[in-house]
């Protein structure tokens, strides 16, 4: 496998016009959050949003949030990207739970929130509830 300069690439998209950091993101299925991220990990947003832009899915960063299927598809072009941290996945958390859900085969939801205030999807309203039962508001 090739691999990506995820840097790069990841600050080409942060830069990229219309582009805009979430919130809140996170991947989800229905039993349990596998990653939550809070005003935080821009660059790794910003590589998940590249998978999704490369599966050609739609974003629309005018809306109040997102959610996606994150299939075995969407996680296996997210590696591409993320492959650079297999070594140290233990330090990279979002680079873990892509790995895992290769490995599992298990389906979930990818969630941006870009404005909280607005969010409906339970999904949503999930993660929501998770930084603020921990305080982070």
């Not at 979002?94 to 895992?100: F, P, S, T």
Request: one cysteine or more; aromatic letters at 10%.
């Amino acid at each position: 496998m090739k691999t990506l300069n995820f840097g790069e690439i990841c600050a080409n998209i942060r830069a990229s016009n219309g582009y805009k950091d979430p919130e809140i993101f996170g991947i989800l299925n229905e039993n349990e959050i596998l990653l939550a991220n809070k005003n935080s990990n821009f660059l790794s947003a910003a590589g998940l949003f590249w998978a999704i832009k490369q599966r050609a899915l739609d974003f629309d960063f005018k809306a109040s949030q997102l959610v996606l299927d994150f299939d075995k598809d969407l996680a296996l072009k997210a590696w591409e990207l993320f492959c650079v941290f297999e070594n140290e996945l233990d330090s990279h958390p979002n680079a873990a739970v892509i790995k895992q859900l290769i490995k599992t085969n298990l389906n979930a939801k990818i969630v941006f929130i870009y404005e909280s205030q607005k969010a409906k999807h339970p999904l949503a309203l999930r993660l929501i509830k998770h930084f603020t039962t921990k305080g982070q508001q």
